[in-house]
């Protein structure tokens, strides 16, 4: 088993950030792949972001990409979302989640095996 807490969520002005944290417990954080996905009001949960166990690689949904860091502190046992130029359409429930399968982080969410509770980012306009 392998527990997340998710934090660092809020409210945030447009072209404004935020830092989301992910601090997991459990199975041995550092041997696998893990995830940001979101799921705003109405719409399904969607991939934002994944890095392999070791951090070497990143994946990332178009709509984030270059505005969004994904990074991991193995020592830590915690995955961070560095989110900058945030805009509206970016407020979500944002999870944490645990893909075991192997190196890659996949982007469906099947790929993953435990998730934490959601943290809600709200972004004005």
């Known amino acids: 088993q392998v527990q997340l807490v998710e934090s660092g969520g809020g409210l945030v002005q447009a072209g404004g950030s935020l830092r989301l944290s992910c601090a997991a417990s459990g199975r041995t954080f550092r041997n696998y792949a893990m995830g940001w996905f979101r799921q705003a009001p109405g719409k399904e949960r969607e991939f934002v972001t994944g890095i392999s166990w070791n951090g070497g690689s990143t994946r990332y949904a178009d709509s984030v990409k270059g505005r969004f860091t994904i990074s991991r502190d193995n020592a830590k046992n915690t995955v961070y979302l560095q989110m900058n130029s945030l805009k509206p359409e970016d407020t979500a429930v944002f999870y944490c989640?645990?893909?075991?399968?192997?190196?890659?982080?996949?982007?469906?969410?099947?790929?993953?095996?435990?998730w934490g509770q959601g943290t809600q980012v709200t972004v004005s306009s």
């Open positions: 989640a645990v893909d075991s399968r192997g190196y890659l982080p996949g982007t469906a969410r099947a790929s993953y095996d435990y």
